[in-house]
């Protein structure tokens, strides 16, 4: 449905922009406040986000496997 594929695009914006703000390794004040600032604009639920860090927690690890 419309509904779904816009929150998919959503969480993938929000996904995005987490992987840049941990990109360094440090989640600085202001980067916390912008990922703030898109969770409520996007209307996503803590849980929501909970399951996109998990995600790229995931992601990161499988990377870092592979490269060992």
């Known amino acids: ?8 695009r959503k969480k993938a914006a929000f996904g995005q922009q987490l ?3 941990l990109a360094d390794g440090v989640v600085t004040d ?12 996007y209307r ?3 849980e929501a986000v909970k399951s996109i860090m998990e995600d790229i927690h995931k992601e990161r690890k499988q990377v870092a496997d592979r490269a060992a």
Do not use: I, T, W, Y
Request: charged residues 35%; proline residues 0%.
């Open 44 to 46: 996503l639920s803590e």
């Open 30 to 41: 202001a980067e916390q406040e912008v990922l703030e600032r898109l969770r409520r604009q």
């Open 1 to 8: 449905s419309a509904f779904s594929n816009q929150l998919s």
């Open 19 to 21: 992987r840049e703000a």
